[in-house]
């Protein structure tokens, strides 16, 4: 076992005893900078704490459940696109789905910003970890996506600046704009439902606004065509991943 310094991953071991028998501020700092760098966590000593981050998030309500919540959540969130240590996950499968309890609790007390980063990490430590990636902000998001029966490779935008794909040209800007078609939140189920209805009872309408287009459909100025932007994200994303969902595919809500 390494850290992300290159150090044997005892430190880390010792650092996880330490924080269970007497939490300070000072030691989560020391363990965050050995297993994340900028956002991510792409050293096996990371992959390894899950379970244990996960018993130091149970012992504690507070700021320390918190920070070893926070943690936890960032090194999920990598397996989106981290897969060498992906062995070290599937060892204990469990760890996530206490984990995932445990973002869920702590979802209910947040709003505005803390609540979408709050969202993305319960996402992740569900197995969403390609919803948990992307930023959801819905003041200025834009995605890249290929047509599905053309191939034109599209952008779309969901803000303040509009809800529409185009065709993005480095002279001429968004060029073949094609609005988008929300999903009624009437109709979204599973996981998009559990989403929207969080949203919503966190009093964010604009996350909940921009997630009715993200669900929806959009077009492709090109052919003409009409796509679920969501389906087609997912599949030109998601690679497998280490563990099997902590809630079902068919409804990944609870």
């Known amino acids: ?16 005893d330490r924080l269970g028998r007497e939490p300070d501020a000072a030691l989560w700092d020391e363990l965050d900078g050995r297993l994340i760098v900028e956002a991510e966590c792409c050293c096996s000593a990371g992959f390894a704490a899950l379970p ?19 943690i936890a959540a960032v090194i999920t969130r990598t397996l989106h696109r981290y897969h060498e240590h992906d062995d070290l996950v599937r060892t ?22 803390a609540l979408i980063e709050r969202l993305r990490d319960t996402l992740a430590f569900a197995g969403y970890t390609f919803w948990a990636s992307i930023s959801l902000d819905f003041t200025d998001e834009h995605y890249h996506v290929s047509c599905p029966h053309c191939l ?5 935008v969901i803000g303040d600046y509009g809800h529409y794909s185009a065709i993005r040209d480095y002279d001429d800007g968004d060029t073949h704009h094609v609005p988008l078609y ?25 996350l ?25 994200l997912e599949a030109e994303n998601s690679p497998e991943q280490p563990i099997d969902p902590i809630v079902p595919r068919t409804d990944r809500s609870n």
């Open 152 to 156: 034109t490779r599209l952008t779309v």
């Open 208 to 232: 909940a606004d921009g997630l009715t287009y993200l669900f929806g459909r959009a077009g492709c100025g090109m052919c003409g065509s009409t796509f679920n932007l969501a389906d087609w």
């Open 1 to 16: 076992m390494r850290d992300a310094r290159g150090d044997s991953g005892a430190i880390v071991g010792e650092l996880l």
């Open 52 to 70: 244990e981050l996960g018993r130091l998030a149970r012992s504690d309500a507070g700021e320390h459940r918190d920070r070893a919540l926070d």
């Open 182 to 206: 929300p999903a009624p939140a009437r109709e979204l189920a599973g996981i998009r439902r559990w989403m929207h209805d969080t949203a919503i009872a966190g009093g964010d309408a604009t």
């Open 92 to 113: 204990d499968p469990q760890a996530l789905a206490v984990l995932h309890r445990l973002g869920q609790a702590r979802l209910a007390a947040r709003a505005g910003p």
